[in-house]
């Protein structure tokens, strides 16, 4: 099915628009996109870095702060009076004022959960908890006749603190603490501890702070907004596996130490294992949760200085939120996109409107003028379709006049063609004017002598007057055919028997046979219905075939002429034994102006007006030749087309 041009023109406008704006609005949200990637995934870079940093500033203050505590007078005041094997009352006073420096201490510095000072057999001689100083109400010690808090003797942080030389520090896991005397655990810390020693080198025990693990909770998370996500502390520990991706710190408190509160939930039951082995194996990176999409940025950071033992800060994007501003913009960009595809569809049936219909006048103007070549289009702009317009109407008047002086031309070459076969025909003409001519004259002058003699014999006299009428009627006859055939008729159709046609136009040319001693054989066809034709057309392409015939036949050769009706149209066939047409110029034989004759003897349009004739007749003329072997011209002419049976 053929578009109509407004169809084309909204196919067109569709078919660029709609994939310009599917790209243009696909290009610019994936850039949108990339950038607003870009941009989160830098933020939450830098709150990963920050947490790192965070905790590291927290680990690097508390060692601080229990190196400053180790080196502070109080503590030294003390070790002076316990290696001095004092009395137990001055003991104690040291004790107390111990206790009273660590109570002012915490009190100072709020991430300090606990501060004890360990004395090298393993009891806890002064410890201030969460701002209360803890009474010693526990096991005696040996050779000081004082008091306990508690002993750690066999405690692996005490044991391991008190390999350590001077300065250096012994940092425990992030775990939950136990609470002496009650049955729960407390919050989760850090235990950072570092071995003091009396003035000669000899180890006094060991000074310990707590710090509270909430801190790096409450910094960590202080650093993300809750309407972006959460931030929470992973343990990479390839030392413990029952430590080993156990939850330090987050929002789910449920989730948190797994390993301690029995819940076992650890953060390989939460992420897929594409995720979490990035977690366990790089040092920092960024991952996209495949279920949800959260953007996850994960730094590692390692208080212990190991590689196989550390902490695991994550900040965890809710990509909803952070990817919010995308889905606005592609809510604008899709409603901007439909606003221009609605836009440039009206633009589209609009300029077809305007389009398709001065060229439907132009279309339907064409119309009539193929019909009547006299009428013409209204012109109703003087843009490019009225310019059209008026070219055509030009053409159009141009034409008519072509036609006219085509029609004028036609006539006067048709005419012209009759009197070229007329001049062929002159020779003939004159020997068959002769004899009948000649016979008169005798006639006459045998009739002149009898009357001057004398010898007027009626009967005699009465036959030479009926010879010479009847030569005179048949030089009339002659005459008066050739006169027939030149004269210039217009076109008028009407009833014609085929045969009388064919019969006609052979006596035309009967002459000019019998010189060339060419013999013109026809049978009429009773079986032939009248056609409606006109008949003295018809007897001019006959009669041109013929002279070409009688020119192509060598003399003893024949032109047979059959005609035959098959119910729908009549058959004239003409069919000589001449020398044939050559391949090459079969093709060209009906062309204007085409011979093969010499010049002066043939003018080339009797084949091509003969054409012309039977065209306008609704017929056909085909023509079929071989070498050497003769020709054989065809010509049909229908019946339901030309006229109407007899």
Same mark, same amino acid.
């Given at each position: 099915?053929? &578009?109509?041009?407004?169809?084309?023109?909204?196919?067109?406008?569709?078919?660029?628009?709609?994939?310009?704006?599917?790209?243009?609005?696909?290009?610019?949200?994936?850039?949108?996109?990339?950038? &607003?990637?870009?941009?989160?995934?830098?933020?939450?870079?830098? &709150?990963?870095?920050?947490?790192?940093?965070?905790?590291?500033?927290?680990?690097?203050?508390?060692?601080?702060?229990?190196?400053?505590?180790?080196?502070?007078?109080?503590?030294?005041? *003390?070790?002076?009076?316990?290696?001095?094997?004092?009395?137990?009352?001055?003991?104690?006073?040291?004790?107390?004022?111990?206790?009273?420096?660590?109570?002012? *201490?915490?009190?100072?510095?709020?991430?300090?959960?606990?501060?004890?000072?360990?004395?090298?057999?393993?009891?806890?001689?002064?410890?201030?908890?969460?701002?209360?100083?803890?009474?010693?109400?526990?096991?005696?010690?040996?050779?000081?006749?004082?008091?306990?808090?508690?002993?750690?003797?066999?405690?692996?942080?005490?044991?391991?603190?008190?390999?350590?030389?001077?300065?250096?520090?012994?940092?425990?896991?992030?775990?939950?603490?136990?609470?002496?005397?009650?049955?729960?655990?407390?919050?989760?810390?850090?235990?950072?501890?570092?071995?003091?020693?009396?003035?000669?080198?000899?180890?006094?025990?060991?000074?310990?702070?707590?710090?509270?693990?909430?801190?790096?909770?409450?910094?960590?998370?202080?650093?993300?907004?809750?309407?972006?996500?959460?931030?929470?502390?992973?343990?990479?520990?390839?030392?413990?596996?029952?430590?080993?991706?156990?939850?330090?710190?987050?929002?789910?408190?449920?989730?948190?130490?797994?390993?301690?509160?029995? #819940?076992?939930?650890?953060?390989?039951?939460?992420?897929?294992?594409?995720?979490?082995?990035?977690?366990?194996?790089?040092?920092?990176?960024?991952?996209?949760?495949?279920?949800?999409?959260?953007?996850?940025?994960?730094?590692?950071?390692?208080?212990?200085?190991?590689?196989?033992?550390?902490?695991?800060?994550?900040?965890?994007?809710?990509?909803?939120?952070?990817?919010?501003?995308?889905?606005?913009?592609?809510?604008?960009?899709?409603?901007?996109?439909?606003?221009?595809?609605?836009?440039?569809?009206?633009?589209?049936?609009?300029?077809?409107?305007?389009?398709?219909?001065?060229?439907?006048?132009?279309?339907?103007?064409?119309?009539?003028?193929?019909?009547?070549?006299?009428?013409?289009?209204?012109?109703?702009?003087?843009?490019?379709?009225?310019?059209?317009?008026?070219?055509?109407?030009?053409?159009?008047?141009?034409?008519?006049?072509?036609?006219?002086?085509?029609?004028?031309?036609?006539?006067?070459?048709?005419?012209?063609?009759?009197?070229?076969?007329?001049?062929?025909?002159?020779?003939?003409?004159?020997?068959?004017?002769?004899?009948?001519?000649?016979?008169?004259?005798?006639?006459?002058?045998?009739?002149?002598?009898? &009357?001057?003699?004398?010898?007027?014999?009626?009967?005699?006299?009465?036959?030479?007057?009926?010879?010479?009428?009847?030569?005179?009627?048949?030089?009339?006859?002659?005459?008066?055919?050739?006169?027939?055939?030149?004269?210039?008729?217009?076109?008028?159709?009407?009833?014609?028997?085929?045969?009388?046609?064919?019969?006609?136009?052979?006596?035309?040319?009967?002459?000019?046979?019998?010189?060339?001693?060419?013999?013109?054989?026809?049978?009429?066809?009773?079986?032939?219905?009248?056609?409606?034709?006109?008949?003295?057309?018809?007897?001019?392409?006959?009669?041109?075939?013929?002279?070409?015939?009688?020119?192509?036949?060598?003399?003893?050769?024949?032109?047979?002429?059959?005609?035959?009706?098959?119910?729908?149209?009549?058959?004239?066939?003409?069919?000589?034994?001449?020398?044939?047409?050559?391949?090459?110029?079969?093709?060209?034989?009906?062309?204007? *102006?085409?011979?093969?004759?010499?010049?002066?003897?043939?003018?080339?349009?009797?084949?091509?007006?003969?054409?012309?004739?039977?065209?306008?007749?609704?017929? #056909?003329?085909?023509?079929?030749?071989?070498?050497?072997?003769?020709?054989?011209?065809?010509?049909?002419?229908?019946?339901?087309?030309?006229?109407?049976?007899?």
């Amino acid at each position: 099915m053929r &578009l109509r041009i407004g169809s084309k023109i909204l196919l067109t406008m569709l078919t660029v628009a709609v994939p310009s704006l599917l790209l243009f609005s696909m290009l610019m949200i994936k850039s949108r996109g990339d950038i &607003l990637m870009e941009n989160i995934s830098g933020h939450l870079n830098e &709150l990963a870095a920050l947490s790192v940093q965070t905790v590291q500033d927290l680990i690097h203050h508390s060692r601080k702060s229990l190196l400053t505590i180790s080196t502070s007078p109080d503590i030294q005041s *003390f070790l002076q009076v316990l290696s001095s094997s004092g009395e137990k009352g001055e003991i104690t006073k040291a004790l107390q004022r111990l206790e009273t420096s660590f109570y002012e *201490f915490q009190q100072l510095d709020t991430s300090i959960q606990a501060i004890r000072f360990i004395d090298a057999s393993g009891f806890v001689l002064a410890k201030v908890r969460e701002g209360k100083i803890i009474k010693r109400q526990g096991p005696v010690v040996p050779e000081r006749g004082i008091r306990a808090v508690s002993s750690k003797a066999n405690r692996d942080f005490f044991r391991n603190t008190m390999k350590l030389n001077h300065g250096e520090i012994w940092i425990s896991n992030l775990e939950r603490g136990w609470m002496e005397g009650e049955e729960y655990w407390c919050p989760a810390m850090v235990r950072f501890a570092t071995p003091v020693f009396f003035a000669d080198g000899k180890r006094a025990g060991v000074l310990i702070i707590n710090v509270w693990g909430k801190t790096l909770g409450t910094m960590i998370n202080r650093l993300v907004a809750p309407e972006l996500g959460s931030a929470f502390i992973v343990e990479r520990n390839f030392t413990n596996h029952e430590r080993h991706g156990i939850y330090l710190f987050h929002q789910d408190q449920s989730c948190e130490f797994g390993n301690q509160t029995g #819940s076992r939930i650890t953060v390989f039951q939460n992420f897929p294992a594409s995720i979490t082995a990035k977690w366990m194996s790089e040092p920092e990176g960024i991952s996209y949760h495949p279920q949800n999409g959260d953007i996850l940025v994960h730094r590692y950071f390692s208080p212990y200085d190991n590689d196989e033992r550390g902490w695991i800060i994550v900040v965890d994007a809710k990509r909803d939120v952070v990817m919010a501003p995308l889905a606005a913009m592609k809510t604008k960009v899709i409603l901007s996109a439909l606003g221009i595809f609605a836009l440039m569809i009206t633009a589209a049936l609009f300029f077809a409107r305007s389009l398709t219909l001065p060229i439907r006048s132009v279309i339907d103007g064409t119309h009539r003028i193929s019909r009547d070549l006299s009428t013409r289009i209204q012109i109703t702009s003087r843009d490019e379709i009225g310019q059209l317009a008026e070219e055509i109407n030009q053409m159009a008047a141009t034409l008519e006049k072509n036609l006219q002086e085509k029609k004028r031309i036609e006539a006067q070459i048709s005419q012209s063609e009759k009197l070229a076969s007329i001049g062929e025909m002159a020779a003939g003409l004159a020997h068959e004017l002769n004899t009948p001519l000649g016979n008169i004259k005798a006639l006459a002058v045998l009739a002149r002598k009898d &009357l001057s003699g004398g010898r007027i014999d009626p009967v005699v006299l009465q036959e030479d007057l009926e010879d010479i009428i009847n030569q005179t009627e048949k030089c009339s006859r002659i005459i008066g055919g050739l006169l027939g055939f030149a004269r210039k008729r217009k076109t008028e159709f009407s009833l014609y028997n085929i045969n009388d046609c064919i019969t006609t136009a052979i006596s035309l040319v009967q002459l000019r046979s019998e010189k060339k001693e060419v013999a013109v054989l026809f049978k009429p066809n009773d079986r032939l219905p009248y056609l409606k034709v006109d008949g003295h057309q018809l007897e001019q392409v006959f009669v041109n075939i013929l002279l070409n015939g009688i020119d192509a036949v060598p003399p003893g050769g024949t032109i047979e002429v059959t005609a035959d009706f098959d119910g729908t149209q009549v058959t004239i066939r003409f069919t000589d034994t001449g020398c044939g047409i050559p391949p090459e110029i079969l093709p060209k034989i009906f062309n204007p *102006f085409f011979t093969t004759k010499e010049t002066g003897k043939g003018t080339g349009l009797g084949l091509s007006l003969s054409y012309g004739i039977v065209k306008n007749h609704g017929g #056909s003329i085909d023509v079929r030749s071989r070498k050497q072997k003769g020709t054989e011209f065809i010509v049909r002419l229908p019946v339901g087309r030309t006229g109407d049976s007899a």
